[in-house]
């Protein structure tokens, strides 16, 4: 099952998750480029625009965690739910995406 996990909560599910965690941001580049995250501690960062998953799901470990980020929440869910039904043992999608992001972790990062 597909954890769904506002971004204030991320490092409590990170922490019960027990390893490193990957944040996949699926995104494309011109909302990389219009608001970018620095990624809390515990946390390595992998952008993979929400297209290009099946073809680089290779590049992510599918024993540690994975928490999907997108605008808000939409993409980075069927993201999460794909990389679930491949094997991922421990997925979760960032409720509110981006958008909440920044309201609740870091108002410095553009809303959009």
Same mark, same amino acid.
């Given at each position: $099952? /597909?954890?769904?996990? &506002? ?8 922490t ?10 699926? @995104? ?6 219009t ?20 073809a &680089? /799901? ?5 024993? &540690? ?9 939409? &993409?980075?869910? @069927? /993201?999460? $739910? ?10 979760a ?17 553009? @809303?959009?």
């Amino acid at each position: $099952m /597909v954890d769904q996990v &506002r971004p204030s909560l991320l490092n409590d599910w990170a922490t019960h998750a027990g390893a490193r965690a990957q944040l996949v941001d699926v @995104r494309e580049p011109w909302e990389l480029q219009t608001a970018a995250v620095q990624p809390p501690e515990g946390f390595d960062v992998v952008v993979i625009p929400m297209n290009e998953i099946p073809a &680089r /799901v290779a590049e992510l470990d599918p024993e &540690r965690p994975v928490a999907c980020l997108c605008h808000h929440g939409a &993409r980075s869910f @069927r /993201v999460a $739910m794909f990389l679930e039904q491949q094997g991922f043992a421990k997925v979760a999608n960032i409720a509110g995406g981006i958008d909440a992001w920044s309201q609740e972790l870091d108002p410095g990062v553009p @809303r959009y």
